[in-house]
């Protein structure tokens, strides 16, 4: 029994950071109905962005004299990278997207996959094909509940993911500029006629779900203890997954997506087999796909007038 | 028909002059001409696929002006975005509505209000709204995309007078409605004219826009045929001849 509670917690923790990767894409989708290629890349430079900002505030020197960096500037680190990713977010909108938004359907999809393309081999450029070893911004600390082992740094990944939901949750209902986001997925030209300024409305749609994607490639980083340039090729492509499976556009969607995927993997990879873990995601991807194609809260949509 | 007539006695709120509108290259809109001074209630009729939609669309912002210029409150705006020509105080009422259909009668007026958002007067602009349509109080809670037709009309002003707009463009708010409701939205059309909105109303009721507006044109296949005061209108036989599309 305890082998079960120890899965789901894993699955939990490692569910939250692919839920924060599919606010994300879910975010763009349902406001400009694009699948967002690039994001997987965001993720990716959203956690080099926190290691080459850990490493300058000194993280080494810190584990190298056995002290644990201090959690302020861990928060530094996280509130840095996720800032820097949204700016990179905003730059990848306004290159790839925004030229090619009333173009075809196909064309934006093309520039997605170009913008993708080319953040991840200038990644490997940049930063070498070898995996780093993700700095200690938070050292490890275990504890057993019952049997089950429990690590500060996934208690950490579940905290820091339910608070940002939470955040973005807020955000979205409660302030001006989340109703105009609401309101420009929903019909474009009426919020123009509200006075909503759409460009600067997909402008914040970016920097949030970008903001969002660093910290999961932060935690993520603490949680696989290596990151590499291509390691948001299969981690985008699993939360996309999410996405897709809580009801693409929607971001209650995107939550339940997430959780459902990182339990679902961590299950298969203890019960059935380690090999089967990325192939159960695109099982799951199939299946509702055929059953269930608006996905589990998603709602069929009417064509727009 | 010259329209420049009536510009200078008034100040005019909007002054549309050869406006061309093309989607792929063909003209729905060749050269029209028109003013709408403040306080004025303008109507513009014709029938389907005249061109009308295309007229405010362009006014709007919301398709480019191929050639002409469009000018809201003396100012030349051809290359003004939409959401700023309602921040100048131009708001369309679009065809169709366009409720937000997800969100509650409530946060669709609180939309409206996206520009003037300051909560001192906020809520006195609530309660004008409500009494302009009291039926919209009744369903503050209900999603917009479940009103009647009729109430997705009121909606749709009411969320627009949210924004305290000094120039409303309504496009054919009483169509697919009952008599009862087309009788009940142009009576508050008329309300709000009172309170010195300026208004452009398309409508394809010609009966009532020439009884609810000050003056009309006529538009045949993207040209304006036949203009002036709404009396004179009212008798004129070639308005039956317009409305039934034959040629003038
Ligand atoms: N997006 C578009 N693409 C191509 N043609 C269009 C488009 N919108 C309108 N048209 C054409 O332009 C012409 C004028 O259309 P418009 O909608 O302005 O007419 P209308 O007078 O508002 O008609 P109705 O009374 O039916 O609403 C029509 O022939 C229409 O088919
Ligand atoms: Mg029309």
């Known amino acids: ?305 | 028909m010259s329209e420049a007539v009536s510009a200078g006695t008034r100040a005019a709120d909007l002054e549309v002059s050869g406006l061309q509108v093309l989607y792929g290259g063909i003209a729905a809109v060749k050269g029209v001409s028109f003013t709408v001074g403040r306080g004025e209630i303008v109507a513009l009729i014709g029938a389907n696929g005249a061109g009308k939609t295309s007229v405010l669309k362009a006014v709007i912002g919301l398709v480019p002006a191929a050639k002409g210029t469009v000018r809201l409150f003396g100012r030349e705006a051809n290359a003004i975005p939409t959401h700023r020509r309602t921040a100048l105080g131009a708001t369309l009422v679009p065809e169709g509505r366009a409720i937000f259909a997800g969100m509650s009668v409530r946060e669709n007026l609180e939309l409206g209000a996206f520009l003037k958002r300051d909560a001192a007067t906020l809520g006195a602009r609530f309660e004008r709204v409500l009494r302009l349509f009291p039926r919209l109080g009744e369903r503050l809670d209900q999603a917009g995309g479940t009103l009647s037709g009729g109430e997705q009309q009121m909606l749709a002003i009411g969320r627009a007078l949210m924004g305290e707009p000094k120039l409303l463009l309504l496009d054919e708010p009483s169509l697919g409605l009952a008599p009862k409701l087309v009788a009940q939205i142009f009576a508050s059309v008329v309300e709000i004219a009172k309170t010195g909105i300026t208004i452009l109303l398309v409508e394809q009721n010609t009966r009532l826009a020439l009884e609810t507006a000050h003056r009309a044109h006529v538009l045949v296949t993207g040209k304006i045929v036949l203009s002036g005061p709404c009396a004179e209108l009212r008798s004129d036989p070639r308005i039956k001849a317009a409305y039934l599309g034959e040629t003038l």
Do not use: C
Request: a positive charge; glycine letters at 12%; proline letters at 4%.
């Open chain 1, 1 to 305: 029994m305890s082998e079960f509670f120890q899965q789901i917690i894993n699955g939990l923790s490692l569910g939250s950071i692919y839920a924060l990767i599919a606010l994300g894409y879910t975010m763009v989708y349902g406001i400009l109905k694009l699948i967002n290629f690039a994001h997987g890349e965001v993720f990716m430079l959203g956690a080099y962005s926190g290691y080459f900002l850990a490493s300058a505030l000194g993280v080494e020197r810190y584990s190298a004299s056995g002290q644990s960096f201090p959690l302020g500037l861990a928060l530094v680190v996280l509130l840095g990278a996720m800032a820097l990713s949204a700016l990179l977010g905003v730059t990848i909108e306004a290159l790839a997207y925004r030229p090619v938004r009333s173009a075809p359907r196909l064309t934006p999809l093309i520039t997605a996959i170009g913008a993708s393309l080319f953040l991840q081999n200038a990644a490997v450029l940049l930063f070498t094909p070898n995996p780093r070893p993700y700095p200690p911004i938070l050292r490890e600390v275990r504890f057993t509940l019952g049997g089950v082992i429990v690590t500060n740094i996934k208690l950490a990944i579940f905290v820091v993911a339910i608070v940002l939901m939470i955040g973005l949750h807020q955000f979205v209902q409660r302030t001006w500029t989340g109703r105009a986001m609401r309101a420009v997925s929903m019909n474009m030209d009426a919020a123009r006629l509200m006075g909503i300024d759409v460009n600067a409305t997909i402008r914040a749609t970016f920097a949030i779900g970008s903001a969002l994607a660093a910290a999961g490639g932060i935690l993520f980083g603490l949680d696989q203890i290596t990151i590499n340039p291509l390691m948001g090729v299969l981690t985008g492509l699993k939360a996309f997954v999410a996405a897709v499976l809580g009801g693409i556009g929607n971001i209650p969607g995107a939550v339940v997506g997430g959780l459902l995927i990182g339990l679902a993997e961590q299950l298969t990879a203890g019960y059935l087999s380690p090999d089967y873990r990325d192939a159960i995601t695109f099982l799951i991807l199939v299946v509702i796909l055929v059953l269930k194609p608006e996905g589990l809260l998603g709602v069929v949509r009417q064509e727009k007038v």
